[in-house]
């Protein structure tokens, strides 16, 4: 039972004692967290590190950590500030006013250098009280300062120089007096040949807070360095002006022959030759062999005679200046489109004189005049096509889709108007509804007319009926005769002019025009349908 009691108690103990360390999350020691970025500043511009701190459980309000510096590598540091977890910091030494601080919170400290000068360049860090020295990496402060010069040894800043190509040459060039040390690059023209040299740094003799650099370029020059320029550059910042010095040089070479072409095949066995090369100096003799009968020549150009019937040459150039000489070897092959001019040997007083033909067109010509006139030919056949398209398209608005030779009036008057005569009385079929009535009381009317309908071309009535001939009076008002024509009140006499085309009468004009009557289908394609028809009866006068 004892037992049982007293290990009921150490696990409440255990518990309790887990639960108050988790609750207040106790950390064992103090833990520092400084800067290790690198700023650069001009001479006289702020700049300030931070550092973070997590205090442990057990540590007093006056625990506290130190802001330090080394002016050289790291190994000798000096404390410059110090910071309590209490909050409050305080210049250390003759430190003050070079260094400041802020406390942003007691876990949260940062030094401020007020006014920047070579003295405050160095490396910054925070540690722990109990730490000796702070540990890599550390913050770093670069106070700039321009160097005074860059300069090739034996070369004022612009200078020229005149070397043998494939001939190892050295250069020293050197920066004075810096801050950071200038990084030295060499070029030639475009190309960055800084491989090829070796760099040291040094402290400035006068000036131990500012650096001297030195490079040591070998190299050789080939002929595409020609003219080009040798450069030495010193950079230390972007910030900062490049500055450099630079070499004109001059490298003399041998000559290098870039190619051998044939410049005339002729049609009797001669053939020219030309060959190209380059050289500083320029002064170049050639020499020329013919490898397969060993003929020789001289001259930029040379003219081979007595060439095989295999349609290729094999020859040797040499070109030689002072530097020296290179030869080349070619195997050349006759060209397919060999030129128009022939190598001709000098005619003999006494010899006719050359003939000149005459030049024709050749292939080209031919086909870039063959496609002109079929081009040509293809427009003009389109042109045509479209206007005749274009007529046939008008002729078809004109006479209709149905193919008839006669123009739709705009207004086509009804098809089945229709008129009969017996004796002085003229009966006019009134509007109705069902127009195809008006076909069955006027059978003589239509008969007489659809002859004169079939036979002409211009489907036009200049004429009216007989029984018009006589000049009737008409005491009716006017009635419409179904062709949205009226007659017209009171006329003196009817007039039947022609017209051509159908048109209404000014007001008060009298007279019955039959001008475009459409007539229509025949009254034969009609059934009867029973008389509807009401008749108005006008008794002409006659005068």
Same mark, same amino acid.
């Given at each position: 039972?004892?037992?049982?009691?007293?290990?009921?108690?150490?696990?409440?103990?255990?518990? $309790?004692?887990? #639960?108050?360390?988790?609750?207040?999350?106790?950390?064992?020691?103090?833990?520092?967290?400084?800067?290790?970025?690198? &700023?650069?500043?001009?001479? +006289?511009?702020?700049?300030?590190?931070? =550092?973070?701190?997590?205090?442990?459980?057990?540590?007093?309000?006056?625990?506290?950590?130190?802001? @330090?510096?080394?002016?050289?590598?790291?190994?000798?540091?000096?404390?410059?500030?110090?910071?309590?977890?209490?909050?409050?910091?305080?210049?250390? +030494?003759?430190?003050?006013?070079?260094?400041?601080?802020?406390?942003?919170?007691?876990?949260?400290?940062?030094?401020?250098?007020?006014?920047? @000068?070579?003295?405050?360049?160095?490396?910054?860090?925070?540690?722990?009280?109990?730490?000796?020295?702070?540990? #890599?990496?550390?913050?770093?402060?670069?106070?700039?300062?321009?160097?005074?010069?860059?300069?090739?040894?034996?070369?004022?800043?612009?200078?020229?120089?005149?070397?043998?190509?494939?001939?190892?040459?050295?250069?020293? =060039?050197?920066?004075?007096?810096?801050?950071? &040390?200038?990084?030295?690059?060499? @070029?030639?023209?475009?190309?960055?040949?800084?491989?090829?040299?070796?760099?040291?740094?040094?402290?400035?003799?006068?000036?131990?807070?500012?650096?001297?650099?030195?490079?040591?370029? @070998?190299?050789?020059?080939?002929?595409?360095?020609?003219?080009?320029?040798?450069?030495?550059?010193?950079?230390?910042?972007?910030?900062?002006?490049?500055?450099?010095?630079?070499?004109?040089?001059?490298?003399?070479? &041998?000559?290098?022959?870039?190619?051998?072409?044939?410049?005339?095949?002729?049609?009797?066995?001669?053939?020219?030759?030309? =060959?190209?090369?380059?050289?500083?100096?320029?002064?170049?003799?050639?020499?020329?062999?013919?490898?397969?009968?060993?003929?020789?020549?001289?001259?930029?150009?040379?003219?081979?005679?007595?060439?095989?019937?295999?349609?290729?040459?094999?020859?040797?150039?040499?070109?030689?200046?002072?530097?020296?000489?290179?030869?080349?070897?070619?195997?050349?092959?006759?060209?397919?489109?060999?030129?128009?001019?022939?190598?001709?040997?000098?005619?003999?007083?006494?010899?006719?004189?050359?003939?000149?033909?005459?030049?024709?067109?050749?292939?080209?010509?031919?086909?870039?005049?063959?496609?002109? &006139?079929?081009?040509?030919?293809?427009?003009?056949?389109?042109?045509?096509?479209?206007?005749?398209?274009?007529?046939?398209?008008?002729?078809?608005?004109?006479?209709?889709?149905?193919?008839?030779?006669?123009?739709?009036?705009?207004?086509?008057?009804? #098809?089945?108007?229709?008129?009969? $005569?017996?004796?002085?009385?003229?009966?006019?079929?009134?509007?109705?509804?069902?127009?195809?009535?008006?076909?069955?009381?006027?059978?003589?009317?239509?008969?007489?007319?659809?002859?004169?309908?079939?036979?002409?071309?211009?489907?036009?009535?200049?004429?009216?009926?007989?029984?018009?001939?006589?000049?009737?009076?008409?005491?009716?008002?006017?009635?419409?005769?179904?062709?949205?024509?009226?007659?017209?009140?009171?006329?003196?006499?009817?007039?039947?002019?022609?017209?051509?085309?159908?048109?209404?009468?000014?007001?008060?004009?009298? +007279?019955?025009?039959?001008?475009?009557?459409?007539?229509?289908?025949?009254?034969?394609?009609?059934?009867?349908?029973?008389?509807?028809?009401?008749?108005?009866?006008?008794?002409?006068?006659?005068?």
């Amino acid at each position: 039972m004892i037992l049982r009691n007293l290990s009921v108690i150490a696990a409440t103990v255990l518990i $309790t004692w887990s #639960a108050v360390f988790n609750t207040c999350h106790c950390q064992s020691e103090t833990t520092v967290d400084g800067p290790t970025n690198t &700023a650069y500043v001009s001479p +006289g511009d702020s700049e300030s590190f931070n =550092c973070s701190v997590s205090w442990a459980a057990t540590s007093s309000d006056l625990d506290s950590i130190y802001w @330090t510096r080394s002016t050289d590598d790291g190994t000798v540091w000096d404390d410059v500030v110090q910071c309590y977890k209490l909050g409050d910091c305080e210049v250390v +030494g003759d430190f003050d006013p070079m260094y400041s601080y802020e406390v942003v919170s007691n876990e949260l400290f940062k030094l401020i250098i007020t006014s920047a @000068t070579l003295d405050e360049d160095g490396l910054y860090d925070c540690h722990h009280f109990d730490d000796a020295n702070p540990a #890599a990496p550390h913050a770093q402060l670069v106070v700039l300062d321009q160097v005074d010069d860059v300069s090739i040894d034996g070369f004022p800043s612009v200078g020229s120089d005149i070397v043998n190509a494939g001939e190892e040459q050295s250069y020293t =060039c050197r920066s004075t007096a810096g801050n950071p &040390a200038a990084s030295l690059i060499w @070029t030639i023209g475009d190309v960055d040949i800084t491989s090829h040299s070796v760099n040291s740094t040094s402290e400035n003799t006068n000036d131990d807070r500012l650096y001297d650099t030195e490079s040591t370029l @070998t190299y050789s020059f080939n002929a595409s360095d020609d003219g080009e320029d040798l450069r030495c550059r010193g950079f230390q910042h972007d910030s900062l002006a490049i500055r450099s010095s630079r070499i004109e040089m001059t490298v003399e070479y &041998a000559p290098v022959i870039h190619y051998i072409d044939i410049l005339e095949w002729g049609d009797n066995y001669m053939v020219e030759v030309e =060959c190209v090369a380059s050289a500083n100096p320029d002064s170049i003799s050639y020499s020329w062999t013919n490898n397969e009968n060993s003929a020789t020549g001289s001259g930029k150009t040379w003219t081979v005679e007595d060439v095989n019937q295999d349609n290729f040459i094999d020859v040797t150039c040499e070109a030689t200046n002072s530097i020296g000489s290179t030869e080349l070897r070619k195997e050349l092959s006759k060209p397919f489109d060999p030129t128009t001019r022939s190598l001709t040997p000098t005619p003999v007083v006494g010899d006719p004189a050359p003939s000149t033909g005459s030049s024709g067109c050749d292939t080209g010509c031919i086909i870039g005049v063959s496609v002109a &006139a079929g081009i040509i030919v293809l427009v003009i056949i389109v042109l045509l096509l479209w206007i005749f398209l274009s007529r046939q398209k008008k002729q078809g608005e004109k006479y209709g889709s149905g193919g008839s030779n006669h123009k739709q009036p705009p207004h086509t008057a009804p #098809a089945d108007v229709e008129m009969a $005569t017996t004796g002085h009385t003229t009966k006019i079929p009134s509007v109705s509804d069902d127009a195809d009535n008006r076909y069955n009381d006027y059978a003589n009317y239509s008969d007489r007319y659809d002859d004169r309908y079939d036979n002409t071309s211009a489907h036009r009535y200049d004429q009216p009926p007989d029984e018009y001939s006589q000049s009737p009076r008409y005491d009716e008002p006017p009635i419409d005769e179904g062709d949205g024509y009226p007659n017209y009140s009171n006329p003196s006499s009817p007039n039947y002019s022609s017209y051509d085309r159908r048109q209404q009468a000014p007001p008060g004009t009298p +007279g019955l025009h039959y001008t475009d009557l459409d007539l229509g289908p025949s009254p034969q394609d009609y059934q009867p349908q029973g008389p509807a028809t009401e008749y108005a009866t006008i008794t002409p006068t006659i005068v």
